[in-house]
């Protein structure tokens, strides 16, 4: 099962829209899970992140407009955003933290947020 991001879209400034993504098991089970995103050209950057608890941690670019939430009992991960600037436009994916830092982590489909007018 692949890594699938979904509610990605064009939306003008201030908008909203939100995200989810589905987990495989073995992922999911590795208990905090986060968002990232990259433009082209540019580094990947994480965005938020959620355990099971939840503790929750986010960018601060993002604090304030985004929020993360997950269902355990879907292996799935959400991404509401708010208040969306042309800056938030980029390639969303989600995975977990512990393969993302330890550079194991395997990329799968992302989803794309335009933000303009």
């Known amino acids: 099962v692949q890594l699938q991001a979904s509610g990605g879209g064009l939306v003008q400034p201030g908008g909203s829209l939100n995200l989810s993504c589905v987990l495989p098991?073995?992922?999911?089970?590795?208990?905090?899970m986060g968002w990232y995103r990259q433009v082209p050209g540019k580094e990947r950057e994480f965005v938020a992140s959620i355990t099971r608890t939840p503790t929750l941690h986010y960018a601060e670019f993002v604090k304030g407009r985004f929020h993360i939430s997950r269902d355990n009992s879907k292996n799935t991960i959400y991404l509401e955003m708010t208040n969306l600037q042309p800056a938030d436009t980029a390639v969303y994916y989600c995975n977990a933290p512990i393969l993302v830092q330890s550079k194991a982590a395997t990329w799968g489909v992302g989803t794309l947020v335009t933000v303009s007018s």
């Open positions: 098991e073995q992922i999911f089970s590795l208990n905090q």
